[in-house]
């Protein structure tokens, strides 16, 4: 019922610009946040970014700088803008969303199959 999908990953070089959408649909009453994720070959998936619907953002130290996340919440829509991008940024790159379903319900957290990010040397 719920849906997150990303798009824009692809192949670039070091130095390169990359921009990641998602969009969440389905049976969604209320987002409190929308955040990346990213998780390499053999590593722990660990945060990138996050914001929130009232449009508070927060970093990880070693993407602070080149990335930064915004939001439209009229259209359930994250966004990742890449800048500089490193061979370590690496890695499959999830969205997910802390959100409720319907008027009273928990809040729980939904990812979307991810997308490929691949930065050469």
């Known amino acids: 019922q719920v849906q997150l999908v990303e798009s824009g990953g692809g192949l670039v070089q070091a130095g390169g610009s990359l921009r990641l959408s998602c969009v969440a649909s389905?049976?969604?009453?209320?987002?409190?946040?929308m955040a990346w994720d990213r998780q390499a070959p053999g590593k722990q998936r660990e945060l990138v970014a996050l914001?929130?619907?009232?449009?508070?953002?927060n970093y990880a130290d070693y993407v602070k700088g080149r990335f930064t996340i915004s939001s439209d919440n009229a259209k359930n829509t994250a966004y990742l803008q890449m800048n500089s991008l490193k061979p370590d940024d690496t890695a499959v790159y999830y969205c997910?969303?802390?959100?409720?379903?319907?008027?009273?319900?928990?809040?729980?957290?939904?990812w979307g199959q991810g997308t490929q990010v691949t930065v050469s040397s």
């Open positions: 997910n969303a802390d959100l409720s379903r319907y008027s009273g319900g928990s809040y729980r957290s939904y």
């Open positions: 914001i929130t619907s009232g449009g508070r953002t």
């Open positions: 389905g049976s969604i009453f209320s987002i409190k946040a």
